[in-house]
């Protein structure tokens, strides 16, 4: 029995469509997507621009709901959340990274960590504690201080990576976070998802087309035209 069998799913994902209405136009971004992620993984979707990748991972995040299907995080269906119990849920069990950072640019990479923890309602020495500590397992403790502007591409991530350890979430939601970078850092990056599942046991589901992701990987989710077409298991 491998790793992936020998855990009970901590996301399940059943029959999942979604469709969008535009100008008059119907749009399947979703078509019947079933999938099953255990906890403590480093998963990834993978697929071309339009296979429905970020819509997806919208919908595990509670950003958005499906048209038809049901999705379950950690036993609980997300369809019976109010939308204050989903914003709950992204602020104290869900964090999100993006490809373009979204660091605030007046804030230093402590201040941006530190503010989700305020938003989630911490003390100020656990916000200090916090943020110092996450900051430290990215490898960024001594820039703390320092705006994104003073930093590189592969540090500003770091900081967003940093920002949603913050509150010890127990899954991770990133969409194309290498794909700013270069190929040098883009390994630097899932190299340290690697290590942020092994020890601090959080489950990252991450999307993305770069082929470097395979070397990393517990499972690979291949989309296209909005299903699943294939699952490799490493």
């Known amino acids: 029995m491998n790793k992936l069998e020998a855990i009970q799913p901590f996301l399940r994902i059943r029959g999942v469509t ?12 979703l078509r019947g997507v079933d999938l099953d992620l255990p906890r403590g993984v480093l998963a990834t979707l993978k697929g071309r621009s339009g296979s429905g990748k970020t819509t997806l991972l919208n919908l595990i995040g509670g950003l958005d709901r499906p048209t038809r299907g049901s999705i379950e995080f950690d036993g609980r269906p997300l369809a019976s959340l109010s939308d204050q119990e989903l914003t709950l849920l992204r602020r104290h069990r869900i964090g999100f990274i993006f490809q373009s950072f979204a660091l605030l640019p007046n804030y230093s990479a402590f201040e941006n960590v530190e503010l989700m923890l305020r938003l989630a309602g911490a003390g100020r020495r656990e916000q200090v504690e916090a943020a110092r500590r996450c900051l430290r397992v990215v490898g960024l403790e001594k820039w703390m201080h320092h705006r994104p502007d003073e930093m590189s591409g592969g540090q500003q991530q770091r900081v967003a990576i940093a920002r949603a350890l913050a509150t010890q979430p ?19 990056i899932f190299s340290l998802f690697q290590m942020i599942v092994k ?13 470097l992701v395979d070397e990393y990987a517990d499972a690979i989710y291949e989309l296209q035209d909005g299903r699943v077409q294939a699952v490799k298991k490493l």
């Open 199 to 211: 020890k601090e046991g959080i489950t990252v589901l991450l999307s993305t087309h770069d082929p």
């Open 170 to 188: 127990a899954l991770i939601l990133a969409d194309e976070p290498t794909g700013e970078l270069d190929t040098a850092t883009s390994r630097q």
């Open 18 to 29: 979604r469709v969008y209405h535009t100008d008059g136009q119907e749009v399947q971004a």
